[in-house]
């Protein structure tokens, strides 16, 4: 046993072991209070009947107080209970039941004359703990002439104390061994789940990102065995997102190489005369050059997000006058697939105050994926809506769409629906990361081969 469980047995048994010391200690006083007051109750009551009995039978007045002991030695019954002493006013013992062990002179406490007295003490030649009440004795115009007192040996009390206690302490041990048992079994229902979890945790850091907690387990380790595994799962998607990213990127980045070192070998080797083969091997080389550009751009915008260094740089725009620029650069680009593009608003002027240049490349972004999934002899749209408290920035097409299937991971990092189709798979995570940074919303819209509709929602 070791580690937390041999904490958690040894901890909950000492708080036990403490608990029951301070039960036990309690329960000991309980029981000398109740063996003590028993004992004193039975003296008291046989003072009593001693009393009522000298005053109902014995007139004081006829009687001196030696003659009063005597009699009331004559007639007491409970010698094997208690032994009985008249004392006079000075502490010297008149009678006594027990003549043999008849001390000279008693101490008598100053209260006495106001009522009973009790007294425990340890007997001067024997060392017995004893037990004495005493009682004063009264005329009949009211003044004490004497001291009953009575006495008992605590000897038997202290043996029965000392045997409940002693049986009381087996049955704290035996309690204290039983609860350690159960202590032991419910660390195991604890710990047991915990190593199952910390094992499927050691083969994901070893990467074995197919592990799964099959295990049923209850409570919270339920819930932490579920969020494993969705960690899991979400480890595994990454992963596999990050190798087909790293498959794609490859193969992005190799296309455009081939290109430009081929046509750079072409010119170099060909005749530099040709001026048309030069002016085409150009325009291929610096068309490629641009391709890796925006992908290096991405990667790089991605790196400063995943980091948390992207910043923003706020200042006041017209969204409307934005839009139109956006929309002039794609003009010749939408001509080549006879795609015909138009800006709606409801308001001629639309101020915000956002970073220009990162919401320029948002909408640039998605302009590029409509643009890309579009077919020829179709329709672009750029609606921009004004409400009281937000700037909406619809950009719709009619294009291929988005499935339902994939509509849920197409704001994910490398998640590309189609691998026949260039790109990083970066842009709209880029875009919806840009438009979180303004606290705005970027919602998708899309049915397969009907079209897709991107809502940049922007607070004002």
Not at 6 to 13: A, C, G, H, Q, S
Not at 223 to 243: H, R, W, Y
Not at 261 to 279: A, F, P, R
Not at 374 to 379: G, Q
Request: aromatic share 8%; with cysteine; net charge negative.
């Amino acid at each position: 046993m070791s580690g937390i469980k041999k904490r958690w047995v040894l901890n909950y048994t000492l708080i036990i072991l403490i608990v029951f010391i301070i039960i036990e200690g309690f329960f000991l006083v309980g029981l000398n209070n109740y063996y003590y007051r028993s004992a004193y109750n039975i003296l008291v009551d046989r003072a009593n009947v001693t009393v009522d009995f000298y005053k109902k039978y014995y007139d004081t007045n006829l009687y001196n107080i030696e003659e009063i002991s005597q009699l009331l030695i004559n007639n007491y019954t409970d010698r094997e209970i208690a032994e009985i002493q008249i004392l006079d006013l000075e502490g010297n013992v008149l009678k006594s039941s027990n003549e043999f062990l008849m001390e000279e002179k008693v101490s008598i406490p100053k209260a006495v004359e106001d009522g009973i007295v009790d007294k425990k003490y340890m007997m001067p030649v024997t060392g017995e703990k004893v037990l004495s009440i005493y009682v004063p004795l009264k005329n009949s115009a009211g003044a004490v002439i004497g001291i009953l007192k009575y006495t008992t040996s605590m000897a038997l009390i202290n043996v029965s104390i000392n045997r409940i206690f002693t049986y009381s302490l087996g049955l704290l041990a035996l309690l204290i061994l039983i609860l350690s048992v159960f202590s032991l079994f419910f660390t195991r229902t604890l710990i047991n789940p915990i190593e199952v979890i910390i094992s499927a945790t050691e083969k994901l850091a070893k990467g074995d990102y197919n592990t799964r907690i099959k295990k049923e387990f209850k409570d919270e380790m339920q819930t932490l065995a579920e969020s494993v595994n969705l960690m899991a799962e979400k480890i595994q998607e990454s992963e596999k997102s990050k190798n087909e990213f790293i498959s794609s990127i490859t193969h992005e980045i190799r296309t455009p190489l081939t290109s430009i070192k081929g046509w750079s070998e072409t010119i170099i080797t060909g005749d530099m005369n040709d001026k048309e083969e030069i002016e085409t091997g150009l325009g291929i080389i610096i068309k490629e050059s641009e391709r890796l550009s925006v992908m290096v751009e991405e990667l790089l915008e991605f790196s400063k997000l995943e980091a948390g260094n992207l910043k923003i740089f706020k200042e006041k725009i017209e969204v409307v006058s934005m839009c139109e620029d956006i929309m002039s650069l794609y003009k010749g680009k939408f001509s080549k697939k006879n795609i015909d593009s138009l800006i709606e608003n409801n308001k001629d002027e639309v101020y915000l105050k956002v970073d220009s240049n990162r919401i320029r490349q948002v909408i640039i972004n998605i302009l590029e994926n409509a643009y890309k999934f579009s077919d020829c002899n179709s329709k672009i749209i750029i609606k921009i809506i004004d409400n009281s408290e937000e700037v909406i920035v619809k950009i719709t097409d009619v294009g291929i769409g988005i499935s339902e299937k994939n509509l849920e991971k197409v704001k994910t990092k490398f998640f590309k629906s189609d691998s026949k189709y260039a790109g990083s798979g970066l842009g709209l995570s880029i875009s919806n990361e840009i438009v979180k940074l303004h606290n705005g919303r970027l919602e998708i819209k899309s049915r397969l081969h009907e079209g897709t509709e991107v809502s940049i929602i922007l607070p004002k």
